[in-house]
């Protein structure tokens, strides 16, 4: 299931998969779709998840190449107008992108989407609840997060056009940095290593992970009444599902992150 490969050199073998499943219609109301209009309609190329009644965050690096000229929510197969999904199309009226976002580097990979008319909620579209309080001080470390999104199911094939959901595992910041330093893009996509405005996760035997075409999408997690929480936005990977590279997501209980879509997105 992307994150964003272009600046990976020489990325391993194609995985065998990445451990997704077919998730439950309507089973993720806060998940969004982001394309863009060609000559034949409409390609998708990432994910977003909304956040109240007029914002979708996603990650900045998905609009290098792409321009969001669509956001869809309320869909499961992308493919099939019949499959029961009541989904909803919108504009892209602004993007917004972290300020601190400084390519090559790889931190702070976060756009804000602002829709061209507000969402009615209802049940199959409503908002993602974020960290917010003393949500944001809990440590989340060894606890699974649900990731979802249409991406490839193997490193270098086909996106799913069925939302998909795997489980994974998050790890220290730290267990990331030591693998990705190993790598010759890591002086320049993490000049002040990897840390804890960066979220680790993946699965210690591999085998779970994003992958293409899920960048910008959600990493959720349960809180102690078993809402789910937002944990992580799909940043960056090398390969899909190498156990020895967990994904890297921008991790939403870093208190700048909180503060910034506090300002953006609910703003009185």
Known sequence: MPTDYEDFLDPPPKAAAIGSIDALQNAWPWMAIIGERDAQGIRWFCGGVLINDEWVLTAFHCFLNNKPDVVRLGEHNYNDDRDGADHEDFGVAETVPYPNYNRPEAYHDLALLRLASKVVLKYHISPVCLPWGKESDKDIISQQATLTGWGDTAFGGQPSSVLQEVNVTVFPPAQCDRSYSNLPHYPAAWPRGIGKETLCAGDIAGGRDACQGDSGGPLVSQDARGHFVLAGI???????????????????????????????????
């Open 234 to 268: 799909v940043s960056r990977g090398y390969g899909c599902g190498h156990k020895d590279y967990p994904g890297l997501y921008a991790n939403l209980r870093h208190p700048p992150y909180l503060s910034w879509i506090k300002k953006v997105a609910f703003a009185t």
